[in-house]
């Protein structure tokens, strides 16, 4: 497969080449966090100790996981979380 | 160009297999390289010629590139890394001039041209300068990961309107430029709602990614101009709650030439010319000016024609004045006009036989625009299909009578439109109540009618407009001249 590495910007340049990362959002209230565990060890505990500081503050969250972390989430979990969070937490421990 | 592509001395031959002046002059080559140091580049077969010692294959076509070849066989001759002459064709003189008694080629003519050089075929030039040489392209360049697909690259940048956009490589906006005359820095004006400058160069990047060919971008940029026309206001369309976008009419000899559909589906899809130039100048909005859904486009629905809305007018019949002509553009020149497009409502009118029948029934339809107790909420498009244009032909009326019929038919009285009456709250304020009202601006700017369709059918399109337009002297349609 030959890809070309190179395209002209169609914009006004006036953003960042690279993709801004959005803004953390100002308040969590009314807001649901997505707490994934990605599959690595210990991970569980990380996400257990998450869990029990957003309850003590009040903001809801769900659970979700990966089925290994050897590779990407698969898509309908990734779809899930964006239906069901507006936040998520990625697990990464070892 | 590398030295290390050329010999410093010596005689070079650029030739290739597919030309018969090359082949006609092979022996010579061969007698060339038996004399003396000889290089022969060959664009299309690393074995031809026979018999010479050194023969490169120029598949890359870089050499050519760099040695501006622009027919075969060219024979150069080379001292102290220089260039000192050089032959084009077969001209036996010529030959014997640059390379010295070993080109007398006996038997063969004194004269023979040679063939296009594979460096300068159509899209291959576009391609080695990008490769090879100065683009001059002043727009930043963004790198992709050798394993990036760029189309989604596009997509995951926001530079798409949500189908796939082609991506703007070099070699494409080098081809789309050569379709205008104007240079790349020219601005052709400030976007809205950004107002960001906007060079031809960016139009020519759009148009790539819309899937223009380069022998649309006169239409492209005459569209973008109309766009910007202050009495078009594209600021306020683009940021409107209605569903209104900018709807594309196309007249002149370069429908044709571009192969634009005014017939058959022409305010549907299926034709490359009407389905990217309305693409183009949405992508300019969206990219240059910043025009986005959700942010400044706020429209509460939108419609299917914010992607693409562009058609020709069908000016087969010598006896029908083109919207353009009405609208002031001299006959025989190219123009576009901007209106602000709901949507295509479908007119359906089986029975009508006079054009008093059918000029009252058009009416009937007409007045739905917007909504039926509501006037001068906007303007509208009347594009009349063949088989009800023949109704008004054969009864012998022209378009301005067809726009007299209509303004008379579009006449309610007041007090069937006043909030409330007909047990509807919307209409109009009781005030005019005891006045005739209009449905719409009186002609030309009313209703403007254009000729499109296929050859069945005895229906024709409406195409609401925007309330924006209440306002006459803020706000109109706009019909510019297309430049070269």
């Known amino acids: 497969m030959t890809y070309v590495e190179k395209l002209r910007d169609p914009t006004s340049e006036t953003s960042p080449t690279r993709r801004a990362r959005l803004a953390p959002p100002a308040s969590l209230d009314g807001k649901t966090v997505a707490l994934m565990d990605i599959g690595k060890s210990r991970g569980k505990e ?49 | 160009m590398p030295d290390s592509l050329l010999p410093r001395d010596g005689l070079v031959i650029v030739a290739k297999r597919d030309c018969p002046t090359c082949v006609l002059v092979e022996p010579v080559m061969q007698n060339l390289d038996r004399a003396g140091p000889l290089t022969v580049f060959s664009q299309d077969d690393p074995t031809f010629p026979s018999g010479v010692r050194s023969v490169i294959y120029d598949s890359e076509l870089e050499r050519s590139f760099h040695l501006k070849i622009e027919a075969v066989p060219t024979l150069i001759r080379f001292a102290g890394g220089q260039e000192v002459e050089r032959a084009v064709g077969w001209h036996r003189t010529e030959w014997l001039r640059v390379a010295g008694e070993a080109a007398e080629g006996e038997g063969l003519p004194a004269w023979q041209p040679g063939c296009g050089s594979k460096s300068v075929e159509p899209g291959v030039q576009e391609a080695l300068i990008a490769r090879y040489g100065e683009t001059g392209l002043q727009s930043r360049a963004i790198a992709l990961g050798h394993w990036d697909d760029p189309i989604e690259a596009c997509f995951e940048r926001g530079w798409s309107d949500g189908l796939p ?20 820095d020219e601005i052709v004006g400030s976007i809205p709602p950004n107002l960001s400058p906007c060079t031809v160069e960016k139009v020519a990047i759009n148009a790539v990614m819309a899937g223009c060919k380069p022998e649309y971008m006169p239409v492209v940029l005459g569209v973008l101009e109309a766009a910007l026309d202050p009495l078009f206001t594209l600021h306020g369309l683009l940021c409107t709650t209605h569903f209104s976008g900018p709807l594309v009419i ?12 005014s017939g058959v589906n022409a305010l549907g899809q299926g034709n490359r010319a009407n389905a990217t130039i309305g693409r183009a100048l949405q992508l300019v909005v969206r990219n240059v000016g910043g025009g986005i859904p959700g942010a400044i486009d706020r429209a509460t629905l939108g419609n ?14 010598p006896a029908w004045e083109p919207l353009a002509q009405r609208r002031g553009i001299a006959a025989g020149r190219n123009a576009v006009t901007l209106f602000h497009g709901e949507g295509v409502h479908g007119f359906i009118d089986q029975k009508s036989r006079t054009p008093e029948e059918l ?65 509807v709250a919307e209409g109009i304020p009781p005030k005019h109540a005891d006045e005739m009202m209009d449905k719409f601006d009186p002609p030309p700017d009313g209703v403007l009618i254009v000729r499109a369709g296929g050859p069945a059918g005895l229906f024709s399109a409406i195409i609401g407009g925007w309330p924006g337009q209440r306002v006459r002297e803020e706000c109109q349609a706009v019909t510019r001249e297309i430049r070269p």
């Open chain 2, 359 to 423: 000029v009252r029934s058009l009416a009937m339809g007409l007045f739905g625009v917007g909504h039926p107790k509501l006037v001068r909420a906007g303007n509208a498009v009347l594009v009349l299909s063949p088989e009800h244009y023949r109704i008004f032909k054969d009864g012998g009326w022209s378009r301005r009578q067809i726009e007299d019929g209509l303004y008379e038919a579009l006449k309610r009285p007041g007090k069937d439109l006043a909030w409330g009456a007909q047990n």
């Open chain 2, 165 to 184: 956009v082609v991506p703007p490589t070099d070699e494409r906006i080098l081809r789309m430029l050569a379709g205008t005359e104007r240079k790349p």
């Open chain 2, 304 to 317: 299917p024609g914010k992607y693409t809305f562009c058609f020709a007018e069908d000016e087969s019949d």
């Open chain 1, 46 to 94: 990380f996400i257990d100790r998450l869990e029990g500081h957003f309850r003590k503050a009040g903001i809801a969250t769900k659970r979700y996981a990966k089925p290994t972390n050897t590779k990407v989430a698969p898509l309908a979990v990734m779809q899930q979380i964006a239906a069901e969070a507006q936040l998520a937490v990625i697990a990464l421990s070892d």
């Open chain 2, 250 to 261: 196309i007249n002149g000899p370069v429908a044709k030439s571009i192969g634009m559909n």
